[in-house]
């Protein structure tokens, strides 16, 4: 390390070796040590935040919960923890989730292999072994480089993990309280008696926009886009319900993992298109997901997203329960989306729509009305009327539910240098090239998790998690077996993934809106859509990979 020269002798470098790092503490990284611990590998984690759980650490944001169901949602490699957790709602919320990752912390002592308050700066590829260097946000000794030598790194980082934070005119000068749903204060925020705003209806939005407005004195909701979002229909779960599930277990598992998003193989995709069914059908079978509640909504039929006649009336079903939900005309119609429903990625509230029937609660569309500046008390917008004039809107606090630099966000943060010093941002700049969204041709021995080029967020995540931490650790036990140091992405092997990536997305409906999935949310990102849809037939490649002594890459001897 050249900088460390320049260091005073008690603060140079220390150095650690271990055969794997891993960079997060989340879901991905601390089922990756426990896999490489199971695996003989000595492995470090290195988290920057305070604690486990990842996303379920920073997004503490009021109603912060997750949409897919607890009992889903939720780790399947151990049978006893599956037994012995006790899930109190269909839905959990994110203190529920980050205390299941506590515990399962602690139950599998996770924590003396996990380095907290330690942000990986840079990953270099030297002498066939990474060298991490790390940085402790530690009071004693700030910005404390330390470098650990690791033969495989895996990255943990997380796919919503890196935050958005839109820059606006101005935006300096706000006096009042700002805060991002994917950083919030530990200690909550109190907005009683405040004037509120929130900007952005996507998830984050559409969950703490409820309970905000139940706390402000006014809340005003800035919209660029309206989202389409499906009643989540939480309640407490029955013990019988939870018994019947834990019963058989492993078939329910099974059952998810058999379908497209490896989520909700009780309430299979309907076997008909919505416009090969008559109008009474078609309604009956909406309504009945609507009533259901949840993600499974666009699951009615089976060609929601690849038939756009078929995605028009299911989005018009939507459409007409937000004008029916929805009192004033004027409101009820920004809210109304006129795009592919499922295209950005569905929501699921709890009484969202209707919290604009409450006195206490405007919208602001930003395409009819857009920010033009922020001012010392507030944010000004175009006005209403349409004229050129402008209107100040005042705000004690202004919430940022603005998303996330998604997929490759949180990896682009660190500075990642492979073979022949070549750097990832480089071999990424027209787009996040890879081979099964698991290795980068470049950068041997470095795998990502749940990474671009493989379905991990069109899925229940938790699967696709367990499912690359399994495969890794199959991978690296195979190189140990056959005596072998390095394994990397063949550059044909990537060129023909990224090629069958594009392929697959191309038959469906996603591309065609600005969504996350495309990276279109962040100025100047490479347009590309990241995931691969279609969780089944993606591991079914993976084991043929595996099985054919991992086709498709370049694999050196010791
Ligand atoms: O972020 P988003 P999120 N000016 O990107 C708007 C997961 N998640 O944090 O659509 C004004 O979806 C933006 O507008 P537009 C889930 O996968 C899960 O809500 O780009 N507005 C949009 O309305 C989810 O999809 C859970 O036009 C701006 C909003 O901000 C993902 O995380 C809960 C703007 C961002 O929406 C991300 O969700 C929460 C600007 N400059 C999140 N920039 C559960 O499991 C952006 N926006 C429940």
Known sequence: MGAAKHLAPDLAPTSMKVDVAIVGAGFAGMYMLYRARQAGFTARVFERGGGVGGTWYWNRYPGARCDVPSLEYSYQFSDELQQEWEWSEKYAT???ILRYAEHVADRFDLRRDISFNTTVISLQWHNDAWLVTTTAANDASPHREHTTTARFVVLGTGCLSSANVPRFPDDHLFTGGTYHTGAWPHEGVDFSGRRVAVIGTGSSGIQSIPLIAEQAAHLTVMQRTPAYSIPARNQQLAPEYVASIKANYAEFRRKNSLTRAALGGDTP??????SEVNEVERRAALEERWQKGGLLFLGAFNDALTNPESNRLIADFVRDKIRSTVRNPDTARKLTPDDIIGCKRLCVDTEYYETFNRPNVSLIDLREQPIERFTANGVVVRSATGSRSSEEHEFDAIVFATGFDAMTGAI???SITGRNGTMLRDAW???PVNYLGLS????????TITGPGSPSVLTNMIV????HVEWIADCITWLK?????TIEADADAQQRWVQHVNTVAGMTLYQSCSSWYLGANV???PRIFMPLPGFPAYAQTCADVARDGYRGFAVSHH
């Not at 995709?269 to 919505?274: I, K, Q």
């Not at 980068?440 to 795998?447: D, I, K, Q, S, Y």
């Not at 077996?481 to 140091?485: F, K, P, V």
């Open 523 to 525: 100025p100047g990102k």
């Open 269 to 274: 995709t309907g076997p008909h298109g919505a």
């Open 464 to 467: 696709s998690i367990q499912h």
């Open 440 to 447: 980068v041709h470049g950068f041997p021995n470095l795998f």
């Open 429 to 431: 700049s027209a787009g």
């Open 94 to 96: 994110q203190p529920e």
């Open 412 to 414: 682009s943060k660190i």
């Open 481 to 485: 077996d056959h005596r072998m140091s």
